[in-house]
């Protein structure tokens, strides 16, 4: 099934410090440390991110097979750039086969490629494992307003960021219902042939795509069928409050940063 192999955009509610965190803090924080992984250079760096990755994975208590979800669905991405990255003939030659030769450095730059589209995916995913797609909106349009965004262009861009977060379990729901409807039609998947493989992935991409713009079209007319006019006007059942250990773990995600970029 689709559904079983996403985990991004899907909120799992737990009693957990991550889930209690301020979502400013996990917004900010979570995305400025993706970005300073792919500063990692050297193999301190790799430790001390999987480590502190690790510690959040667990402050969550949130079972490890959420995680691996998330890259399932993305596993040819890494691969592809880890062989990409590992094909590098500079440096000793640790491997030789007729034409093909791999270095130290090639390995070494291929594992920290890797490692680096690893934390950017494994953070992505804390942060809407923990967080619910409105609590995310909110933050978000917080965070754009504290960097001087306009009011209105900070609540529209964050609800179409939030929506579009949400819709991806919707669509892997619904491809998974689509590939059951066309199997028992008689559609072939398992066709080796590339041609067959162009045929089931048609047979999917074509319904799925009309889905995706009714599924559109129904969102539209319910938010102004309920009076919907942007920012003006709207108001928040809850509102945030930002706690000590906020600042502490605020300050752990720069603090690790910086420690990337600069050590």
């Known amino acids: 099934m689709f559904l079983d192999n996403v985990a991004l955009g899907r909120f799992v509610e737990k009693d957990s410090l991550m889930h209690r965190m301020d979502p400013r803090v996990k917004l900010m924080g979570l995305f400025i440390l993706a970005a300073f992984a792919f500063s990692i250079n050297s193999l301190i760096d790799i430790i001390v991110m999987t480590v502190y990755t690790f510690s959040l994975m667990l402050l969550s208590k949130l079972s490890i097979r959420y995680y691996l979800k998330s890259l399932k669905s993305l596993w040819f991405i890494i691969i592809f750039a880890f062989v990409v990255q590992l094909f590098n003939y500079s440096g000793n030659v640790i491997f030789s086969f007729y034409f093909i030769k791999i270095t130290d450095q090639g390995l070494m730059s291929a594992s920290i490629i890797t490692f680096r589209i690893l934390f950017a995916i494994m953070l992505s995913t804390i942060l809407t494992l923990t967080t619910s797609p ?102 928040r059942y809850k509102n945030f409050t930002w706690k000590i250990t906020d600042t502490v773990f605020l300050m752990s995600f720069v603090m690790i940063g910086l420690f990337i970029v600069f050590f």
Not at 181 to 188: F, H, I, T
Not at 194 to 215: D, E, M, T, Y
Request: proline content about 3%; glycine content about 6%; hydrophobic content about 50%.
């Open 134 to 235: 409105t609590t995310l909106a909110h933050a978000m349009e917080d965070v754009l307003r504290w960097f001087f965004v306009p009011k209105s262009f900070a609540h529209e861009l964050s609800m179409v960021m939030t929506i579009a977060i949400r819709f991806i379990p919707v669509m892997a729901s619904e491809a998974d219902r689509i590939i059951k409807a066309q199997m028992s039609r008689g559609a072939n998947f398992d066709d080796r042939k590339f041609s067959g493989k162009i045929k089931g992935a048609v047979s999917i991409i074509i319904p799925l795509l009309v889905s995706a713009l009714r599924r559109a079209e129904e969102l539209s007319i319910a938010m102004e069928a309920r009076g919907y006019n942007g920012w003006e006007g709207r108001t």
